[in-house]
């Protein structure tokens, strides 16, 4: 099937946008560029009213993040390698010391050395697997912790999970086990933090056309498949993993916690 009949994976104006996150100050993990899902986030919650704060990976990645994080208005713009010792920490601190609180968390960072992500799970390294368990799932964790004390009256925890968690996938490799596992973290966070009134969510697009998604074989076949075997016959966009995400941050969205929401065109429901 050809994916040129499919939408763009291009930013879009949120449709029919109301103010849904006033007031709401969010903390935004994983942009890389602008087809990056955690811009299309970042932009919907942005259209919805909230007040952001963005982070970069690096040196080399701050000329593509700072001009988008501009754009958006973000409120603090700060470097982010959940591998460094006290970068976290620091991003948090920023935070506290700047708002005093924080309202909504969107963790999209996942990361396999590749020698792992390409063979088969069966000869995965140990250091390799941890690694990518570390900054795909656990830094998620470490997020929660940061986060609790800065959501004093609630708040909304969101992570990006992928397909491949629940089912295999070719060529995901070492990635469906961490993904399972961060899925897993969700509903156990949803059940630790759910008193203090904080609600954890997995969000599950489709397969989009990201930096990220660059790494797994026969990504162009995977598109194709996607497309043609989901409900809808289309690829789903940044914008629309965003719309969703923004909603489940919102406060029409105070009832649901702890569940993988799909955001895949139906793709997930067919045999």
Request: aromatic content about 6%; hydrophobic content about 45%; overall charge negative.
């Amino acid at each position: 099937m050809n994916t040129a009949i499919t939408p763009q994976n291009t930013p879009e104006t949120t449709p029919h946008a109301l103010p849904i996150l006033a007031g709401k100050k969010g903390l935004i993990v994983g942009i890389a560029n602008d087809q990056s899902i955690a811009y299309g986030c970042a932009q919907a919650m942005q259209e919805l009213g909230a007040t952001l704060a963005i982070t970069y990976f690096n040196a080399k990645a701050e000329p593509h993040v700072r001009p988008l994080a501009a754009q958006l208005g973000a409120d603090i713009t700060v470097p982010l390698d959940v591998e460094q010792p006290g970068q976290l920490e620091a991003v948090f601190a920023q935070i506290e010391q700047r708002w005093g609180k924080l309202d909504f968390v969107l963790h999209a960072i996942a990361f396999a050395p590749a020698a792992d992500l390409h063979g088969r799970i069966v000869d995965s390294s140990a250091q390799g697997f941890a690694r990518a368990m570390d900054v795909s799932c656990h830094s998620f964790i470490r997020m929660a912790k940061l986060a609790e004390p800065l959501m004093t009256e609630g708040g909304t925890l969101v992570t990006m999970s992928y397909y491949g968690a629940q089912k295999v996938i070719d060529h995901y490799g070492i990635m469906g086990p961490v993904k399972a596992a961060l899925e897993a973290t969700v509903r156990y966070l949803a059940a630790e933090l759910g008193p203090a009134g904080i609600r954890v969510h997995a969000v599950s697009p489709g397969p989009i056309k990201t930096r990220a998604a660059s790494g797994i074989g026969d990504f162009e076949q995977l598109l194709d498949d996607a497309a043609s075997r989901a409900p809808q016959h289309q690829l789903v966009t940044i914008a629309d993993v965003g719309a969703v995400t923004a909603m489940l941050c919102s406060d029409a969205a105070r009832a649901l916690t702890g569940n993988v929401t799909y955001v895949d065109a139906g793709y997930h429901v067919m045999g």
